[in-house]
Structure formats: C-alpha cells, structure tokens
C-alpha cells in the first residue's frame, strides 16, 4: 500500500512569507503527526491530529498551526516565516489508537527560509 | 522533563561486526521505545520496538535491550553491512496512549569496508 505522501519535496520561501506543507497519511490510518527536525534541534513534535481534531501540542509559537481534513490528509501552516524555521518538516501517520503505536513517516518537506 | 539523549553521536564499525548504540531517557513513566533509521534524504525508518513491561525483543539481525532501572536502551545491530549506514534515533512515548514521540539526538553509524 502506499505510504505517506508529503508535498512539496522542497521550497524555498523569504522572511515573513507564509507556507503550507501537506501530508496524505497511509489509508485507513487517522492520525496525523507533524516534526520539525534540524541539525541543532533535532527531531521535535509539532502536534498531532485526529480525526479533524488537534489531540497534542508541542511546544512551537502560535505561527505553526495546522488542520486534518475529513479524509485524514493534513495541512501544516507556518506563518511570517523566520530563518529559524529552515528545516526539514516531517509527517508520521498511525492509526491513532492508544495500542497500536505503528508510526510511518514521509520522506519530508525541505523549508529554506532565505 | 522529557528528554531522550544518546551517549554517542558517531559510531564506526567494520563490517560485518555488531554494533551497539545506546540511549538514555530521562521520564520514568515512558510506555513505549521505538528505534528509527534515518538515511539522507528519508524520513525515519522503524525499525524495531518494545513496550516497557519488557526488557528485550529481537528483530531480524536487530536486539533492542531495555533497563528500566537505569533508564536506559540499546540497540543491537548483528553482522553489520553496509546499507545499514545511517543515522539512527531512540524515541519514546512519554505519556501512555499520547500520540508523540520524544526523540534523541541520533547516533551517525558508518559502516567501514
């Protein structure tokens, strides 16, 4: 089956600008997590979405948000971009139940903020 | 706090020998370990898991050991080849059922011919 899709590969944005990733998650999966992993950092979690709801947040300013869509696929927004927030912009879909912990990741969204 | 760090960020091995890389956490309640292999370009690979009421479970070629007493995980790799250059990271799941993961710093393991 095919796994987790997440566009674009890669973008290149100026300060300030505003920028949407998406990632379609596995079939049948309802969970939909999101990473943002530099060299300094790290893997670190964005949040995660359930069914259409925000189930957890980490601990990023408000410019990062996101939405989950009825069929799972999500959106993850950055707004007023900074330099900072240059890095590779992972998605992990699962299916969301408290057992089953089989997290799958994309291949990733490369952000250059220049 | 939540935390998961590794003791080492580069390893060599020669192929063909096993490769241990290690993890420390810091949140005795975590429920759940997962390892992860990243290669350039991917997004993490699973690679092999383990629940904390154990303390050790085996994959093909893949060990990961558990001691809840010190904190601390391992990952065995047996018979090491050359795709499994990469850099591999620890994560765990803090809070039982909480879909997140804290991951590690990684580990950069090079494989030499």
């Known amino acids: 089956k095919a796994g987790v899709t997440q566009t674009p590969r890669y973008l290149i944005k100026t300060r300030g600008q505003q920028v949407t990733l998406s990632c379609s998650p596995i079939?049948?999966?309802?969970?939909v997590s999101w990473y943002q992993q530099t060299p300094g950092q790290g893997l670190q979690f964005l949040f995660e979405y359930f069914s259409e709801t925000q189930r957890n947040k980490g601990n990023f300013p408000g410019r990062f948000s996101g939405r989950q869509f009825s069929n799972s696929r999500s959106e993850m927004n950055v707004s007023t971009l900074e330099l900072g927030d240059s890095a590779l912009y992972l998605c992990?879909?699962?299916?969301?139940?408290?057992?089953?912990?089989?997290?799958?990741f994309g291949s990733g969204t490369r952000l250059t903020v220049v | 706090g939540e935390s998961v760090g590794l003791h080492l960020p580069t390893l060599s091995v020669q192929e063909g020998d096993n490769s241990i890389i290690n993890c420390a956490y810091s949140n005795s309640a975590s429920d759940y370990f997962i390892w992860y292999k990243q290669e350039s370009g991917k997004g993490p690979q699973f690679i092999i898991d383990i629940r904390s009421n154990m303390d050790k479970r085996q994959g093909q070629r893949v060990t990961v050991l558990l001691n809840k007493t010190v904190k601390h995980l391992s990952l065995q790799i047996a018979a090491t080849q050359p795709g499994d250059s990469a850099v591999y990271f620890c994560?765990?799941?803090?809070?039982?059922?909480?879909?997140?993961?804290?991951f590690g710093q990684g580990t950069r393991l090079t494989i030499n011919p």
């Open positions: 994560a765990e799941t803090p809070i039982q059922g909480a879909q997140k993961l804290v």
């Open positions: 079939s049948g999966h309802r969970s």
């Open positions: 992990a879909s699962s299916s969301g139940q408290n057992s089953n912990y089989g997290y799958t």
